[in-house]
Nanobody, 123 residues
Framework: VQLQAYGGGLVQAGGSLRLSCAATGRTFGSLSMGWFRQAPGKEREFVAAHRRTTTTYYADSVKGRFTISRDNAKNTVYVQMNSLKPEDTAVYYC??????????????????WGQGTQVTVSS
């Protein structure tokens, strides 16, 4: 599975961005998809996940502001990020998990990772 994330950029606090992640190489509908982020000097952390079903998960820090969605016809997962805060600044990574079970909030559940896209939120 190859993942290509894009859509990052520089935005002011309170603004919005939508990240996209296109997948190739495997039937997209069989994958659980996740977004993680890593800020400088910090560990990679979970942001949101969308299992192969309709189940979604969110980190508490983004709940109510971020929305994950997927379009299986386009082999793409999205995360709409609203009300952005400076603490959302990080490199955002998408990831794919082919297993039908597991904790989608754990980075070690994912077998495939995209290259990351930078999100910078200015105050």
């Amino acid at each position: 599975v190859q993942l290509q994330a894009y859509g990052g950029g520089l935005v002011q606090a309170g603004g919005s961005l939508r990240l996209s992640c296109a997948a190739t190489g495997r039937t997209f509908g069989s994958l659980s998809m996740g977004w993680f982020r890593q800020a400088p000097g910090k560990e990679r952390e979970f942001v949101a996940a969308h299992r192969r079903t309709t189940t979604t998960y969110y980190a508490d820090s983004v709940k109510g502001r971020f929305t994950i969605s997927r379009d299986n016809a386009k082999n793409t997962v999205y995360v709409q990020m609203n009300s952005l805060k400076p603490e959302d600044t990080a490199v955002y990574y998408c990831a794919a998990d082919p297993a039908p079970w597991g904790d989608s909030r754990r980075a070690d559940e994912y077998d495939y990772w995209g290259q990351g896209t930078q999100v910078t939120v200015s105050s």
